[in-house]
């Protein structure tokens, strides 16, 4: 396994892909499902969440799930890992999960939380059916 440094000069195991978990086939073997969850912290815990309720939901099915977040990513992060590393793999559905780019972000100038750009979206995005099914599933 290779290491790729992550935020806080903390060391992940990473695949030979540099992506988190074991090695697995980049060629899509017939009939899998591969779903990439892509993020940061709230992607990692996603996926290994995910993972353990689509095995106990569909036990015949074959499913991968690529867990490609990490803590400390970006949105600009994973857009750039979704055209370098991740669109080869074929995925079937992308998750995408980020909650740093969409916090109040500190100004240096003032002592205010501005609003992101990105806060409506996170609003609305609350109120999805999708959202509050993934509420139920983790």
């Given amino acids: 396994l290779e290491h790729e ?3 806080h000069n903390l060391l992940q195991k ?6 988190p978990g074991e090695e697995f086939p980049v060629e899509k073997p017939p009939g899998e499902l591969r779903i990439v969850v892509i993020g940061d912290c709230a992607g990692v815990s996603l996926g290994d969440r995910l993972q353990t309720e689509l095995a106990r939901l569909y ?14 990513y ?3 992060t994973s857009v750039r890992n979704i055209r370098l590393r991740l669109q080869r793999l074929e995925p079937d559905l992308f998750i995408i999960c980020h909650i740093n780019d969409l916090e109040m972000v500190p100004v240096a100038e003032a002592d205010a939380y501005p609003m992101t750009p990105l806060m409506p979206l ?10 509050l099914c993934l509420r139920k599933i983790v």
């Avoid at 990473?14 to 992506?19: A, C, H, V």
């Avoid at 609305?124 to 059916?129: F, P």
């Fill in 5 to 7: 440094r992550i935020p």
């Fill in 14 to 19: 990473t695949n030979s892909l540099g992506l």
């Fill in 59 to 72: 036990p015949g099915r074959r499913i991968r799930l690529i867990n490609a977040s990490l803590s400390g």
């Fill in 74 to 76: 970006s949105i600009l």
């Fill in 122 to 131: 996170k609003i609305a995005m609350y109120q999805t059916e999708l959202y």
